[in-house]
Each structure stands twice: as structure tokens, then as C-alpha cells.
């Protein structure tokens, strides 16, 4: 994990965050400091059975513990703060500075891993100075769907490092939130961007993404249609849409019902900080909100994701057991499905259907507007910023790819854009960049308790279980006689249903007793790994001549 930094060059990389969307962790590092910016978990995709959370591979960063002088935070999203617990497990007491809304948020998962008491955590604003020795750190205003949302810009000896975090201009934000503050990234400007990390996400978009304000005049114009009960399901952390829906909710003169416990927290903290004015009287509690008319309620729950456990999907599958869809119950989804959700989501969808309620959901109804930049709002950060050098970040590798012809249309040179990995490293002086090495940043699985000990052939196995089943082969073998005492017997789960399939598991039990013989007759040593390895290749290869199946072999034998 050797990298060629010279002492004279800045250096950019991404532990997670590139070719992908989530898992945002980026690392700006100068000599003997480095500054950490989010620490963020991706969701895992269907093909990760089992699998909680993805994250990073923290072991460059381990090495490189005694340098980190700072984790900053860009806001409170599960992509950039999920993590922390995690990478506090790795490399602890690194001091984390956030602003008021994913400090809470930070604070609550600090408490829950037991980390709070150790963990230095300082709240931050725009206004805050950050100083090391060789390094230092401002902040910028931008907006996204979650309020506190801030730019990082590192300021090194060859110039300043900006990291956008999730952005788009909003010029009309909703509540007391500021809009972007152009003028602090003009002064940036001014003072000279080395390199621009930019959030890709919406690369393909060729607009300016929508204010939120914009859904907030579609929520209200569904409302008032509305005469039943009303669902409302959206992301708990878009404390902005959680606030257009209460404001919409209590203006029809209807009182709001909380489910879902990140939708509970999302309601203290957004109330606490002052970013949800809803008053005590018009929040109930499910004992009084069965008892209400239908036209004076509003349900907000988590589960626009189709999440299994969610409050929408148990409320869907009639699980829940304080709500059910009653006749007139009108549900709106006011979220897009994130890639990978869509079958979940729409299944969510058809239950509620079929359950009688109605749904709206999509860009249709104008009941979300991405938190994303669209390259309108990509061309102009890249205006304002006038960077030297440019890294696309967050997001797959096409959206990359767009980005950085986006930046190469507002006046960055080609050899000036880098489409990078997670574990490159961009080393930077005042006039050039180059690659300047590698180091392991793959993806780590969380599993219940586990984390990291969950690799890709366990993974492998799993996909094999969930497609092709099990086949476990018994079997009583004497060592020194070289004999079969007993067995071998054959048992099945998820491949055959074996009360139908007697011929074939005759045939493979005389096929498992043929292969232990001829291995014992062979001339070389037989141990119980060599007789597994010969029952495992043969069973394999006569099943899958049988079925054109492969299930996993698992060879149980007693040794006497």
C-alpha cells in the first residue's frame, strides 16, 4: 500500500463514493495531515443475501490513523454519516465536526454503538474555521433535501480542495433555511480551486433540478382533493418534505399521526432545531388516532422504499398493529425508488391497491423533486468554483463520465478530468496531477453484528443456496478398513422434493459409495478433506448431468 506522495503535492482520493451511489468517504491528505470528509454506508443490492450494509474498506486510513486530524460531515444522509460508528471502531477518537442537524443524527448512533462518551463531536456552521498545522478547513451554504448542508473547502499549500457534498441550487428553500451562499464560492474562486470533487448524480438530468417549494404547491393541490384518511411516506430524513407535509396537513385542519422510529427521531430533532413548527396539539398518538374522523388525520410514516419492516410495508401486508387501509385511505409516496428498490416499491404498491386504498405516487403527481443537482446546477457550481483540476464523485461510472464533459464545456481542459476509483490517488501540485498509486478500498459487508467477516464467497454460497438449493451427504466411514459402515444418505432442501425424486437419489447414493471406494483404491493417502473434495466434484457433476442444476454440496462424514 506503498504511495508515490511527494512532499510538495496534495493529495485527493475516495475511499468509497466513486462508480457507485452511497458509501460516501473522501480523504484529502498533505504530508502528515489528512482530512476525512463523510462516512457514509450503502445499501446493499438483492444479490448481497443477508447483507445489512456496505461500506468502506477502512485499512489505508487505519494505517494512516496517527494523520487524521478531522472527520468533517456534508450532511446528515445515511451515505455520509452511516458509517461512523464503524470507522470509529477502526480508528477511534478522530474528532468529528458537523452541523446542527447530522450532529443530532450523529449523535444518536454514537449512543447506540456505546461510542458517545468517547467521541469528540462539535457542532459547526458555514462560518466555522477549522486550523491544523499545515492544513485548514472552511465551510459553504449549498441545499439538498435535508437542511445543514454544507461544502467542504480544504485549504492546502497548493491551493483549495472543494468537496460539494450532495448540492442543488435551490434559490427558494423551504422554512428558514438559507440558499446557497454564491458569494463564499466566488471568494474561493478568487483565491484559487486546485481541484473540484463534484456530486454526479444527476449527470444525466439536462436541467436545473426543481425547488422544493415546487412540491410543496403539488402536496397541497392533492390535499385538497382529499376527503378520506391520508398516508403520507417519505425518506425521514428529508426533514424539508416532512415540513410541506405538516404545513399542508394542519392548514386542511388535520392532526398528524408519527410511525416509524426514524420518522419519530427525524420529528424530534426537526422540531428541536426548529426546522419543523408543529405544534404539541396537532401530533397524536395511534390510540387517538383511531378514533378520529378520517378527513382530520394525517398518518407520516417511513416505507416509501418498500422496506420490509418499514411502517408503510406492515401497514400494506395488514402486520401493523395499530393501523389497517380502511376504504377512502389515499397513500402518497412522496419519493422516487432509489435504483435496486423498484420491485420492492411497486410490490408495496399493489398491496395497498388491493387493500382498497389509493395511490399517488411518481413524477406525475409532482410529489418529489430530486435533492440533486441537474447539469444545469453541475455547469453552474463548476462557473462559480473555476477549478484548476476536476474529480467527478458520487455516482456510477456514466455520471461520471457526463460530469466531467460538463466540465470540460465550462473551460477545464480534458487532461484536467479525472474519472477515478475508490483507492486512487490524485496527487496535485499548483500547475499538475497525476495517478499516484492504489491502495484496497473494496466493499466491506455488515451482517447482524459482523462486519467485514461476511467475503464474497460466503456471498457466492448464498446466491448458490437461494438458486440452487442443498444436498447433504451422510455417511459412516471406517478409515483404517476402508469401509462404508453406513450410508451414505442423501437429504435435500430448496434442490428436489425428494419424496419424488426416489430414482434419482438412488442413483446419486450409488454414485457417492462408487466415488469413496475407487478413492480409497487409489494410490495416493485418503484423508477426510481428500474423500470430501472427491464426493463434492462427483455428486456435482452427476447432478448437474441429471438436472442442469448446481446445488451446494455439503459432505457430513463420521470417521471412525
Request: glycine share 8%; with cysteine; charged share 20%.
Amino acid at each position: 500500500m506503498k504511495l508515490n506522495i511527494k512532499n510538495n503535492e496534495t493529495a485527493v482520493f475516495a475511499v468509497g463514493g466513486l462508480g457507485e451511489i452511497g458509501k460516501n468517504m473522501y480523504g484529502v491528505q498533505f504530508q502528515d495531515e489528512i482530512i476525512v470528509i463523510d462516512a457514509g454506508i450503502k445499501f446493499p443490492e438483492d444479490d448481497l443475501l443477508g447483507i445489512d450494509y456496505v461500506i468502506s474498506d477502512y485499512s489505508y486510513l487505519v494505517q494512516n490513523k496517527d494523520k487524521i486530524k478531522a472527520l468533517v460531515i456534508t450532511h446528515g444522509h445515511e451515505d455520509h454519516i452511516g458509517g461512523i460508528p464503524y470507522f470509529l471502531q477502526q480508528v477511534p477518537n478522530v474528532p468529528i465536526y458537523a452541523g446542527p442537524l447530522a450532529a443530532a443524527l450523529i449523535r444518536g448512533k454514537l449512543e447506540e454503538h456505546g461510542l458517545l462518551r468517547t467521541t469528540k463531536l462539535t457542532e459547526i456552521n458555514e462560518d466555522t474555521v477549522l486550523k491544523f498545522k499545515k492544513l485548514s478547513v472552511e465551510f459553504f451554504r449549498t441545499t439538498h433535501s435535508i437542511p445543514d448542508t454544507l461544502g467542504i473547502a480544504v485549504h492546502t499549500p497548493q491551493g483549495i480542495v472543494i468537496q460539494t457534498g450532495d448540492f442543488k441550487f435551490d434559490l427558494t428553500p423551504v422554512g428558514d433555511q438559507p440558499s446557497p451562499n454564491f458569494q463564499k464560492m466566488c471568494r474561493f474562486a478568487e483565491e484559487g480551486v486546485l481541484v473540484l470533487m463534484s456530486d454526479s448524480t444527476n449527470a444525466e438530468v439536462p436541467t436545473f433540478t426543481k425547488s422544493e417549494r415546487f412540491v410543496g404547491k403539488s402536496i397541497r393541490h392533492i390535499f385538497d382533493r382529499i376527503d378520506g384518511r391520508i398516508i403520507f411516506a417519505t425518506f425521514a430524513s428529508n426533514i424539508s418534505r416532512i415540513a410541506q407535509a405538516a404545513d399542508a396537513a394542519m392548514a386542511h385542519g388535520r392532526k398528524i399521526a408519527v410511525f416509524g422510529r426514524s420518522m419519530e427521531t427525524a420529528m424530534v430533532n426537526g422540531r428541536e432545531l426548529g426546522y419543523l413548527n408543529i405544534p404539541d396539539d396537532v401530533l397524536i398518538d395511534a390510540h387517538q388516532l383511531n378514533s378520529m374522523p378520517a378527513d382530520k388525520v394525517m398518518i407520516l410514516c417511513t416505507g416509501s422504499q418498500g422496506e420490509p419492516m418499514a411502517a408503510l410495508s406492515r401497514i400494506a401486508n395488514g402486520t401493523h398493529r395499530q393501523i389497517s387501509i380502511q376504504p377512502g385511505d389515499t397513500v402518497i409516496f412522496s419519493s422516487n425508488p432509489i435504483p435496486g428498490n423498484t420491485v420492492s416499491v411497486n410490490h408495496v404498491i399493489n398491496q395497498l391497491s388491493e387493500a382498497g386504498a389509493e395511490v399517488i405516487h411518481g413524477k406525475v403527481n409532482n410529489v418529489h423533486t430530486s435533492g440533486h443537482g441537474g447539469q444545469e446546477d453541475q455547469k453552474l457550481m463548476l462557473r462559480l468554483i473555476k477549478p484548476k483540476f476536476f474529480m467527478a464523485c458520487h455516482g456510477e461510472y456514466r455520471m461520471q463520465k457526463i460530469h466531467c464533459e460538463l466540465a470540460q464545456q465550462c473551460g477545464v481542459p480534458e487532461k484536467n478530468c479525472y474519472i477515478m476509483e475508490n483507492g486512487d490517488v490524485l496527487a496535485l501540485t499548483q500547475d499538475s496531477a497525476r495517478i499516484a498509486g492504489h491502495f484496497p478500498a473494496g466493499d466491506v459487508y455488515i451482517d447482524g453484528n459482523g462486519v467485514g467477516d461476511i467475503g464474497n464467497a460466503v456471498i457466492c454460497d448464498r446466491r448458490m443456496l437461494s438458486e440452487e438449493g442443498l444436498v447433504v451427504v451422510v455417511a459412516t466411514i471406517n478409515m483404517q478398513k476402508q469401509a462404508v459402515l453406513a450410508g451414505p444418505d442423501l437429504l435435500s432442501r430448496g434442490f428436489i422434493y425428494m419424496r419424488e425424486s426416489g430414482e434419482l437419489i438412488n442413483q446419486a447414493q450409488r454414485r457417492v459409495y462408487r466415488t469413496i471406494k475407487s478413492t480409497f483404491s487409489s494410490s495416493e493417502k485418503v484423508t477426510e478433506a481428500s474423500l470430501k473434495d472427491a464426493i463434492t466434484s462427483n455428486l456435482q457433476e452427476f447432478l448437474f448431468d441429471k438436472t442442469e442444476r448446481h446445488p451446494v454440496i455439503l459432505p457430513m462424514l463420521i470417521l471412525l
